[in-house]
């Protein structure tokens, strides 16, 4: 499918890698693994965790490559002066739309098909996932290439190809967003961790 992409798409297709989850980090892989003339593009929040941040660094170095990174439109400061204090504390819904969302559509605005880590098996909200999809919100084509992939399968990939990932992914965070909204979890919801105490579960990114 990335050779695909490649092939329609050239320097129209865009990767959303979010240094979190492990299998954006086997997409990384595949892109870098194959020359594949791929932007990638990071959405840096100014929230995540520091080994997020030292694995894009990593990233960087091992594979010879430039991580598009886009910030939101108002810095932390700006977004406590207009929000007031720990927004994500109360309304993690405006702030995800504020720090990811608006940032996302910026992120996408120059590309033509956008692809992306996301999986079936990681919550029923992702259970229908195509691998291709028009996205009205982006106007652009959508490309989940893993979405039949299983949890075990990404494991393969990266320990077969030596794939660096998130070091916090083997300290019991399942997965790996902004360091307010991230737990570690108990039990195999690949998601639980996140938005403790909230009724949710996406940021809004993949809605
Ligand atoms: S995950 Fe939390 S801190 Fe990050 S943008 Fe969403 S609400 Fe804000």
């Known amino acids: 499918m990335l050779d695909w992409t490649a092939a329609h798409f050239r320097d129209q297709a865009v990767l ?23 932007a990638v593009v990071f959405l840096d929040t100014n929230l995540l965790f520091a080994e997020t941040y030292a694995l894009i660094e990593a990233a960087e170095r091992r594979y010879g490559i430039h991580i598009d990174r886009h910030q939101p439109a ?4 700006e977004q406590e002066q207009r929000e007031g204090p720990d927004l994500y504390a109360r309304e993690p819904d ?19 098909a956008w692809l ?25 084509l959508k490309i989940s290439p893993l979405a039949d992939w299983s949890e075990a399968e990404v494991w393969r990939y990266i320990h077969r190809h030596n794939v660096p990932y998130n070091p916090l992914l083997d300290q019991g965070y399942p997965s790996i967003g902004c360091a307010p909204c991230t737990k570690p ?8 961790g996140r938005w403790n105490g ?8 993949h809605l």
């Not at 959303?16 to 791929?38: E, K, N, Q, W, Y």
């Not at 992306?116 to 291709?132: E, F, H, K, N, W």
């Open 74 to 77: 108002i810095s932390l400061a």
């Open 185 to 192: 979890a108990n039990g195999d919801d690949v998601r639980g």
């Open 94 to 112: 405006r702030c995800c739309a504020i720090r990811k969302v608006a940032p996302l559509a910026v992120a996408l605005q120059p590309y033509a």
């Open 16 to 38: 959303t890698c979010s240094f979190g989850g492990a299998a954006g980090m086997v997409l990384l892989d595949m892109v870098v693994r194959g020359d594949l003339p791929i």
């Open 116 to 140: 992306s880590g996301i999986r079936r098996d990681q919550t029923s909200q992702r259970a229908a996932t195509p691998l291709l999809q028009w996205n009205e919100r982006h106007a652009l």
């Open 198 to 205: 909230f009724d949710k579960v996406e940021c809004g990114i």
